[in-house]
């Protein structure tokens, strides 16, 4: 089959890279992709896959165009002006991609901490492990959860706890060790379904949080959930904690309605080879709508919403 030079140069680049992308082929796994006509001096469209909040702001500035935030709580709080966002922006959402996730707050039961606040109260020295990616957001909701219960990351450190920056989800053997022997009393983060069973083995229990506080919380655009002892057998109860679940598709309002069009066209015609955490092409009849694993209170792009209604997807 014929084809233009451009089109043969940025598909080899593109085919290449998701495959070095793809499940334990290569560590570096978030990617920056820009598209211009050939010819043009300067790039036209930027695209970004990372999980961190500061894209928000690329995006808001129009220096990214489509980009993908984890949780869809970090979006929701963007779009309303809440929590570290000190403004409504102009974001709209394009899909979400379903991912079922909490924040786990695990303690140590040598530590006699049996509550967030008992941080405070007792001024504990924390030795807490958090992630080493220090711009992702489960850092802005620890420390929006450290706020809402008074104290902070500083507090921490000025009561003469340690705060342990380690570059694993919190299942990894790699942070689990450092509990084992002694090191950190908590960790902090999500990926609670491989997390929980493997905390409640060396001992360790999950906080649950207050409800004065999850309703401060709320008001500042996060979303609860329960951690449920019918899901997690390995908890001693239901447990009130965040949600952190969706990874929402989102995109600038000003961005022209064709490329977000043309972006969901794309997406349907590639929905069987894009992995994510289940089995199956991705469900995008599910996800252009609010669910509990896809999070949604952001509007569709009218771009996106188009496609989605004529595919059939919204009634």
């Known amino acids: 089959m014929q084809t233009s030079p451009a089109t043969t140069r940025s598909q080899l680049i593109l085919e290449t890279v998701s495959e070095m992308v793809a499940p334990r082929q290569f560590w570096q796994r978030q990617a920056l992709v820009k598209l211009r006509h050939p010819g043009d001096e300067g ?5 970004a896959a990372s999980d961190s ?40 959402a394009i899909t979400v991609i379903p991912s079922r996730d909490w ?23 924390l030795r807490v492990s958090l992630r080493g990616q220090m711009d992702h957001t489960v850092h802005l909701y620890t420390d929006a959860l450290f706020n809402a219960y008074g104290f902070s990351r500083d507090d921490i450190l000025k009561w003469g706890g340690q705060i342990s920056y380690d570059p694993y989800l ?3 053997n790699e942070r689990l060790d450092k509990v084992k022997n002694g090191a950190v009393d908590a960790i902090f983060d999500e990926a609670v379904r491989q997390f ?9 229990r999950f906080c649950s949080l207050d409800e004065p506080v999850i309703e401060k919380m709320e008001r500042l655009g ?32 000003a961005v022209p309605e064709d490329l977000i069009y043309t972006f969901c066209q794309s997406l349907e ?20 709508r609010d669910t509990p694993d896809g999070p949604l209170d952001v509007p569709l792009h009218p771009g996106a919403e188009r496609y989605w209604r004529e595919a059939g997807y919204l009634s």
Request: charged content about 20%; aromatic content about 10%.
């Open 43 to 47: 790039w036209t469209f930027t695209f």
């Open 53 to 92: 909040a500061e894209t928000i702001h690329e995006v808001v500035r129009r220096e990214v165009d489509i980009a993908i935030i984890n949780p869809s709580g970090v979006l929701t709080m963007a779009y309303l002006g809440k929590g570290p966002f000190s403004a409504p922006a102009p974001l709209r």
């Open 103 to 125: 924040l786990g707050f695990a303690v140590t039961e040598a530590s006699g901490i049996t509550s967030l606040a008992d941080i405070k109260a007792r001024h504990y020295p």
């Open 170 to 172: 919190p299942y990894r």
């Open 196 to 204: 929980i069973p493997k905390a409640a083995g060396l001992g360790m």
């Open 222 to 253: 996060f979303r609860r959930s329960v951690l449920t002892k019918q899901r997690f057998p390995d908890l001693p109860a239901d447990l009130l904690t965040l949600d952190y679940s969706g990874w929402p598709v989102y995109t600038h309002l």
């Open 269 to 288: 015609a590639r929905k069987a080879t894009i992995a994510w955490q289940e089995h199956g092409p991705l469900p995008l009849d599910q996800m252009c």
